[in-house]
């Protein structure tokens, strides 16, 4: 248990702390106008204020990757905690305050647009496949997700398809909607439900005494169980996710004030930081140790111990409070989702969006291969997505880095993170099943290779770019409104 609430204290002593320096290396100008004013369509340029901002962007960013991916990340034993702590604060909370903040200074432009202007032209086609890709995926899992645990919830009694033909239902007006109109009215409701449940359980784990595991030298982790590369593509959402960098530029493009970022996209972070922990804590210390989890895992995947979680901890009642809290989760993330691919692909055609029949043109494809999609075993999706996943968080990191390269300030704090995730993305697509299969030494060996070899080409474009006078941001210098 100590370990548990210390590396509590941990996440929100970095929001504090290294959050407070990461604004401070990026330099918030607090009268610069944001995109939600010098772009405002009413549609996506939309502004609101700081709180349901934050609410959006928890909701948008948390699907079940922080409850999902530490249930299973739970059976590499306390390591986990060390992971979501460290990769929390170093890593996944500055991919996205920067990928916001940087999408905050360039009109609200998504990632694609964002690694094309920093990365090169080059970059633009494979990033926008990559981001697609991945958003595609997002959408698909967290419309099959709810409707299990939804299934669950009601006893079988409503059929898996009418569950998810109503999830699609709402994914289509909320992907087609203005922000303001469904997205901004209901994930305050969303939020609160999403905190209580967290909460909820966290006090049942303090209360009732649940047995965590300590961090120590003999109880590191399992016997015989490998950490590296898979634990951080198990642990993805609560700690480093590059899906943030697709769903940051939603709420750049609502946000009223610079100096409202570090909330915004690092506290929110941490925020998912804190639910992931809470989690894992749960899975490891409810089921009589790994094996335990092992058997419930294989009984009914993530899914049935959330379910167990919550009636253990707050009873019935409150345990299907509880239940609908993580049902929320992916609901708010496959909306966004496809939601962010509608926008991208409008970006890279530049196809305006304020008609909604141009929305509609865009959409409807999507959908269509969506519904092609779920048919795909499970398994195999979530592996492609976490690979895609951790593969984009790389290309986000590394647009930060390169912002901060060309404007001479500490590149170090997305470069470090950035490099680290290369190595582990590559020598896991390299050794895994649904990769090239090499032996895990071979996989290493290749994988650093391949770090050096972007390294140095990163550096040969930073250095043009900066020989260039590449321009770090919009020029809004004209703009006659008032922020």
Same mark, same amino acid.
């Given at each position: 248990m100590i370990t548990f609430l210390v590396c509590i204290a941990l996440l929100i002593l970095g929001y504090f702390t290294y959050g407070k320096f990461v604004e401070k290396v990026f330099g918030v100008?607090? #009268?610069r106008p944001t995109?939600?004013?010098t772009h405002g369509d009413g549609v996506d340029?939309?502004?609101?204020?700081?709180?349901?901002?934050s609410? =959006?962007?928890l909701l948008n960013i948390a699907g079940t990757g922080p409850i999902f991916g530490p249930i299973m990340g739970a059976l590499y034993g306390p390591v986990a905690f060390i992971w979501i702590v460290v990769g929390c604060i170093f890593a996944g909370a500055v991919h996205d305050y920067l990928t916001g903040m940087i999408s905050l200074r360039n009109k609200g432009a998504h990632l694609p647009e964002l690694a094309t202007k920093f990365l090169g032209k080059a970059m633009k086609h494979v990033v926008n496949a990559f981001a697609l890709l991945l958003l595609l995926l997002v959408g698909t899992v967290f419309v099959t997700t709810p409707a299990d645990l939804l299934y669950v919830l009601m006893d079988g009694k409503v059929p898996i398809l009418i569950l998810v033909g109503a999830i699609f239902l709402y994914y289509i007006l909320a992907t087609l909607m203005p922000i303001d109109k469904i997205i901004g009215r209901l994930y305050p409701y969303f939020g609160a439900l999403l905190i209580i449940s967290a909460v909820g359980v966290f006090i049942g784990l303090l209360v009732k005494g649940a047995p965590i595991p300590e961090i120590s030298l003999k109880n590191f982790h399992p016997d015989n169980t490998p950490i590296f590369p898979l634990i951080f593509f198990t642990i993805t959402c609560g700690a480093l996710s590059g899906f943030h960098a697709t769903q940051s530029p939603i709420i750049s493009r609502t946000t009223e004030n610079e100096r409202q970022g570090r909330k915004i996209f690092y506290g929110m972070m941490i925020a998912e930081g =804190?639910?992931?922990? @809470?989690?894992a804590a749960a899975a490891m210390s409810l089921f009589d140790g790994y094996g335990g989890l092992k058997e419930m895992l294989a009984a009914g995947g993530p899914g049935l111990v959330v379910s167990e979680v919550s009636k253990m901890m707050l009873g019935g009642i409150g345990g299907t409070l509880a239940v609908l809290g993580v049902v929320v989760l992916p609901i708010t993330s496959g909306d966004t989702a496809f939601r962010s691919a509608r926008m991208i692909i409008a #970006?890279?055609?530049n196809y305006a969006q304020k008609k909604l029949t141009s929305r509609l043109w865009i959409a409807i494809p999507?959908?269509?291969i969506s519904i092609v999609l779920t048919q795909i075993d499970f398994n195999i999706l979530w592996r492609y997505f976490s690979w895609a996943n951790q593969t984009t968080a790389v290309i986000a990191l590394f647009v930060g880095a390169m912002y901060l390269y060309v404007a001479k300030k500490n590149y170090f704090i997305a470069l470090i993170p950035g490099t680290f995730i290369l190595v582990m993305v590559l020598a896991y697509i390299l050794n895994a099943p649904i990769g090239f299969r090499l032996p895990m030494n071979i996989a290493w060996v290749g994988s650093a290779i391949g770090?050096? @070899?972007l390294l140095a080409l990163f550096f040969r474009a930073a250095n043009k770019n900066l020989a260039n006078n590449l321009p770090l941001e919009e020029d809004v210098s004209d703009w006659k409104g008032v922020a």
């Open positions: 100008n607090v #009268e995109p939600a004013y340029y939309v502004p609101m204020n700081v709180t349901r901002n609410l =959006i962007q =804190i639910i992931a922990m @809470i989690w #970006e890279y055609l999507l959908f269509a770090t050096v @070899i």
